[in-house]
C-alpha cells in the first residue's frame, strides 16, 4: 500500500470553540474518555484524530483555556454531521468542566513540511524510532528527509505511551494531503501521528 491510494479528500479538520476550566497538561486519554462518553458512536472508529488542545500554560502543569483555544478533530467526512451533534455540549475532562461551541470545518490543504507533536514508538529509545519511522515511511511509498524531535510520555489506558515528534520535508502535494490523512502509526485518539503543516 502506498500512501498516495489515501482518499485524502474525504478527510476535514473540524474544530469546536472551547471554554471552561484548566485542563491537565497530558490530557488526552481523559478527552478521549470525555468524548465516548458524550457520543458512544465514535468508540467504533479507528478513522478519528483527536489533537491535543492547545492552551497557555498555568505553570502548574495545567493548561488555561483561551479564546482562540480549540478542539481539533481530523475525521472522515461522512462522520461530520454525527459530531456537530456535539456543538453545545459540556464535558468532563478529568475533573475539568469544558463547554462545546460552535464548530468549523477546513479542509486538508498541501503543505511540503509537516509537523507531528508526538508519533507513538514502539520502543522508547530514540535510535530505534528513527529505524520505525523510516520503516513505517517506506511501507506508505513515502521518502522523505525527516528530523526526529522531542521525546514526551503520555498517559495511555494501560500506562505511559512514549512518543517523539517528527518533522518530514520536500513531500509532494499527493503525499502531503495522504499523510493528513492517514497519520502514521498508533494511537491516533490520543493524538500521535498526526500531521500539521508546518512552515
Known sequence: MT?????DSDYVDLAFALTG???PHDHSLALWDALVQAAP????????AVLPVRAASAGDGRLVLQRHSRLLLRLATSQVDTLLALCGRQIEIAGAR???GGAKTRGLAHHA????HRVAAEQDDEAEFVRQATRDLERLGVRAEFIVGKRTLTR???GPLAGFSLMLADLPPRQSLAL???GLGAHRRLGFGIFVGHK
Open 3 to 7: 500512501v498516495g491510494s489515501a482518499a
Open 21 to 23: 476550566e484548566p485542563l
Open 41 to 48: 458512536a465514535l468508540a467504533g472508529d479507528d478513522s478519528l
Open 98 to 100: 469544558v463547554s462545546l
Open 113 to 116: 513540511t509537516l509537523y507531528a
Open 156 to 158: 495511555g489506558p494501560e
Open 180 to 182: 493528513q490523512a492517514s
